[in-house]
């Protein structure tokens, strides 16, 4: 079945390291997302990708960093300039960023834990 | 711009009871509206969405939002609580082809034996 797969499902870092969320999906969907969760705070938007090997900054993407090399793969790396990276990771994806109306698949979240 | 308001952080419901999760919406344009179910420690999952074919949409798991421009409102029902429908529940905006999905801060919602 086609889907979105994060992983791991939890991932500790410890102070000062950089750590790397994977995401890969077999839909075949251009645009790819990746959201911060936190309590009470919703869904924040980091980075974003239309299309392979492109890609923009959302809302919070400091000391955040990803890259798309291949249309199926969205990597994020969690820096050690990210001041507070404890929080639950999303990854999702759509066909194509300028049609809303299928809305987003959403992976099943990396919850980071700083140690 | 678009944005999301959801009313109420938390709602607590007796299983039998009627759900009702209110959202609002602010759009410049004609926009996609769009609710979401979590359960813990999981990802999203699309109950339903409204893309103007009609302004009652219906869901799964016997969700539905009705969307009613003159008071901006995307409210999510259900006429019958179930135990399994304790979840978090996020609406979210988009206005048109243009920008991301908004969402809103989420409603957590319990249910009651």
């Known amino acids: 079945d086609g889907g979105i797969t994060q992983s791991p499902k939890y991932l500790f870092r410890k102070e000062g390291q950089n750590v790397t969320l994977s995401c890969e999906q077999n839909l075949n969907h251009d645009a790819m997302y990746w959201y911060r969760q936190d309590p009470g705070q919703g869904l924040r938007l980091i980075y974003y990708?239309?299309?392979?090997?492109?890609?923009q900054k959302g809302d919070i993407a400091e000391g955040y960093s990803v890259s798309r090399e291949k249309k199926e793969s969205f990597p994020l790396t969690v820096t050690s300039a990210q001041k507070n990276p404890t929080a639950f990771y999303l990854c999702a994806s759509s066909i194509d960023f300028g049609d809303p109306l299928p809305g987003y698949t959403f992976g099943s979240g990396t919850r980071l834990t700083v140690v | 711009a678009q944005s999301v308001t959801q009313l109420g952080s938390h709602v607590s419901v007796s299983e039998g009871a009627l759900v009702l999760l209110r959202c609002n919406y602010s759009?410049?344009?004609?926009?996609?509206l769009f609710w979401y179910v979590q359960y813990p420690n999981q990802g999203l999952q699309l109950l339903l969405k409204?893309?103007?074919?009609?302004?009652l949409v219906k869901g799964i798991n016997g969700f539905e939002a009705e969307f009613k421009k003159s008071e901006t409102s995307f409210h999510l029902t259900k006429p019958s609580a179930h135990m399994s429908d304790a979840a978090e529940y996020f609406c979210a905006v988009r206005g048109g082809s243009q920008g991301n999905l908004i969402f809103g801060k989420g409603t957590k919602l319990s249910v009651k034996p």
């Open positions: 409204y893309t103007s074919a009609a302004t």
């Open positions: 759009s410049s344009v004609p926009p996609y």
């Open positions: 990708s239309q299309i392979v090997n492109d890609f």
